[in-house]
C-alpha cells in the first residue's frame, strides 16, 4: 500500500511541479520516450512522489492531459434538457477558460495532439466518454431550438460548427498572435471574444431556424400549389 502523503503547500508544490514537468516532457517526447526518473529529475523531487500522487507513469500522464484542460468535459444538458442560452453559454465559456493559462496551453495542445497521432487509449477514452456526449447533449438542444423533431444532418453540422468557433483559438494560436493578438492575450480579451463566440453561436442556432421555417413554408406553398393543379374542373367533370 502506497502512503499518503500530508496536505501541505510543500506537497501542493510537488505535486504541481511534477505536472508541469510531465506535461513539457511528454508533449515533446511521447509516453514511451519519457522515463520517471527524467519527470522527477525535471520537478526536482523523488521518483517515490510519482507513486504518491499518480499511482504510476499512465496516471501521471493521465492527470497531466486532463488536468492541463482544467478537467474533462461535461455534458451540460440533462434529461430534461435545458435553455439554449444557458447551453452556449456554458459550453463556450467552459471551452474557452483554458485559454487563461497562457503560453502552458500550447503545451497541451501538443500533448493532446501527439496522442491522437500515438494514441495511449487516452484519446479515445476522452471521445467516448467526455466528447460525445457533449456533442449529444448539444443536439438534443439545438433540436428544441430549431424545431427539429429528431436529430438530422443539418442540426450535427449546426452543432460541429458551433463547436469550431471557440477551437480555433486552440488550433490557430499562431495565426491569431500573428493578425490579432489582442483576441486572446490578455484575460480582458479572450473574456470579450468568449461573449462574442456566445452571440455568433447565436446567431447561427437563428439562422439555421429561420433556414427551417423557410424550407418548412416553400413546402407548403409548393403543395398547395400541386394539389390545386390537381383538382378536376367543373368541365372536365361532366365530360
Known sequence: MVATPPSTPDAADSRA?????????FAEQGFAKTSIRQIAEAASVNT??????????????TAAYNESFGGPLQASAGPDGQSLDLFL?????????????GS???????????????PTGLWQQELECEIKPMH??????LCTAVGAAEPDEDVHRLALSIGALPMQYYAHRDLIQQVCPSLADSPEGLTATTHRLIDMAHHLVAGEAQ????????????????????APTPEGDSL
Do not use: W
Not at 511541479?17 to 516532457?25: F, G, H, M, S
Not at 517515490?48 to 500522464?61: C, E, P, T, V, W
Not at 449529444?136 to 438542444?141: D, I, L, N, P
Not at 427551417?212 to 400541386?226: D, E, G, V, W, Y
Open 17 to 25: 511541479r511534477l505536472l508541469d514537468a510531465a506535461l513539457r516532457l
Open 48 to 61: 517515490a512522489l510519482i507513486s504518491y500522487y499518480f499511482g504510476d507513469k499512465k496516471g501521471l500522464y
Open 89 to 101: 453559454e456554458q459550453f463556450i465559456t467552459g471551452f474557452m477558460q483554458p485559454l487563461h493559462q
Open 104 to 118: 502552458r496551453i500550447e503545451l497541451s495542445m501538443r500533448l493532446h495532439f501527439r496522442e491522437m497521432l500515438d
Open 136 to 141: 449529444a447533449a448539444m443536439v438534443q438542444v
Open 211 to 230: 433556414r427551417r421555417r423557410n424550407a418548412a413554408m416553400a413546402a407548403t406553398s409548393s403543395n398547395r400549389r400541386a394539389s390545386t393543379r390537381r
